[in-house]
């Protein structure tokens, strides 16, 4: 299943359910070493970066069964295993492992972990934020080696609200003496996932859903059963998709009150967006009106994941829209191959696009090189004039269960190959 086949052209209808999130499931599975009782870690997606993730606790001695709602893992046998290889270099989410090992063992062995290539992604922000909680890293042979002799609480103040740090404070916090502050905490809804998992094995995290997190370290966790939340960055990613489309979407279970900023994207794009008890309802008339400038930002602003989406919807858009990353640099790697499509977008600097819109996109064969540009892909496969194939697919199935089944249940004409 390397590529994907599509037939562009055919305005998105009815309903499609949203999987469970990936940014939220992988550090709660990772959380799942501070416990040596059994995990029911519900509504899991299947998805590759959940299975090397599973590969990861399997090596470290979990016992982890896929059940027909999720994942059960059970913890109480972790050895002290060298972290490295694929799972841990194509997957930046590994790097929550280390604070779940340092809270579990007081020490970890990590190759230097990779992800998609969006920017430089360093990680300096976790291994300075660990060391001030007692824990000494070197680097041996592109292994990062950690250890602490007792992680301690102490006052974190974050330069900038990094997702991946924040969750390393929080994993090494729980098991840490005392309390841990984070001033400047990123407060993305997964984090506040993790906090709430965690809070249900017995952790104790005040200040959840702020920037300013306080958690009391020390209390003995249990197991427990959770529900991972429904994927906001899924659930963006078929909206955008039928604004550029057209037609009328119900995206089940999709986390409305996480998408604020989304939903007022998809009314400047011209977009009707509702919300029901079921999920949100999205109608456009698949002519999307350009924005003058959309720019990406921490949470609650707009979402640097779904940025590679809505520059594709704004290539349909007439008049000319700027969109600004300002997350991350490296993240405009999806305009190439839009152009090649006959889209007509210009990259002013490393944070800046400038898309000239109105363009009917022509099918072709495009490669994805990261997840969420993949997925844009395939959106503009969806909305232009042929037969698209897209390449690198393996990408995409690190972030969406089964993209092809979502789009054709919406009435697509979609297969992978
Ligand atoms: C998380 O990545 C998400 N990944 C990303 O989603 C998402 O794009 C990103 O947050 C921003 O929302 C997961 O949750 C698994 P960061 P993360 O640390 O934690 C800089 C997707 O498509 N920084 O918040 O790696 C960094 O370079 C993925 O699902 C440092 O300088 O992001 C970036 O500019 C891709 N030093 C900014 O902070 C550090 O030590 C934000 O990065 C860490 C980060």
């Not at 042979?141 to 102490?154: P, S, V």
């Not at 003496?177 to 993790?194: C, F, H, N, Q, V």
Request: proline share 3%.
């Amino acid at each position: 299943m390397d590529s994907i086949h599509i037939q562009g052209g055919i305005a998105l209808q009815g309903k499609v359910c949203i999987q469970g999130s990936k940014n939220a499931a992988l550090p709660i599975l990772a959380a799942t070493l501070l416990t040596v009782e059994q995990s029911y870690i519900k509504n899991c997606p299947r998805i590759a970066d959940v299975y090397a993730m599973v590969s990861l606790l399997r090596r470290l001695g979990c016992l982890v069964t896929w059940r027909e709602d999720g994942l059960s893992v059970d913890s109480s046998q972790v050895g002290r295993e060298a972290m490295g290889g694929e799972a841990v270099k194509g997957m930046r989410s590994s790097l929550c492992l280390l604070g779940a090992l340092l809270g579990r063992c007081g020490e970890a062995v990590l190759e230097h972990p990779g992800g998609c290539v969006i920017g430089e992604r360093p990680i300096n922000l976790h291994l300075w934020a660990l060391e001030q909680m007692g824990v000494t890293f070197s680097e041996e042979e592109g292994m990062i080696q950690a250890r602490t002799a007792g992680l301690h609480g102490t006052r974190i103040v974050l330069p900038m609200p990094s997702v991946g740090a924040t969750e390393n404070i929080i994993l090494a916090g729980v098991m840490a003496e005392d309390d841990t502050s984070i001033e400047g905490a990123a407060k993305e809804p997964e984090i506040a996932a993790l906090c709430r998992y965690l809070q249900s094995c017995g952790a104790e995290i005040d200040g959840i859903g702020t920037d300013r997190l306080v958690i009391h370290g020390g209390n003995k966790l249990y197991g427990t059963e959770f529900a991972v939340p429904s994927d906001r960055i899924v659930a963006g990613t078929y909206l955008m998709a039928c604004i550029g489309t057209g037609g009328c979407v119900l995206l089940e279970g999709a986390p409305a009150d996480e998408m604020a900023a989304v939903l007022e994207a998809a009314s400047w794009m011209g977009a009707s967006c509702w919300t029901t008890e079921e999920g949100i309802c999205i109608q456009s008339s698949g002519c999307p009106k350009a924005v003058e400038r959309l720019t990406t930002l921490p949470y609650p602003g707009f979402p640097t994941d779904l940025q590679s989406a809505a520059l594709t919807v704004l290539t349909a858009a007439e008049g000319r829209s700027i969109v600004e990353e300002s997350i991350f640099e490296n993240r405009f790697r999806v305009a190439q191959e839009l152009n090649r499509m006959g889209a007509c977008v210009e990259q002013l600097d490393a944070h800046t696009v400038v898309v000239q819109g109105a363009k009917q996109l022509r099918g072709a064969e495009v490669e994805a090189r990261e997840l969420r540009g993949g997925a844009a892909l395939v959106i503009a496969g969806l909305m232009a004039r042929g037969e698209t194939r897209v390449t690198g697919c393996p990408y995409i199935y690190r972030g969406y269960e089964n993209i092809c089944r979502d789009f054709r249940e919406l009435g697509a004409r979609i297969v992978s190959v």
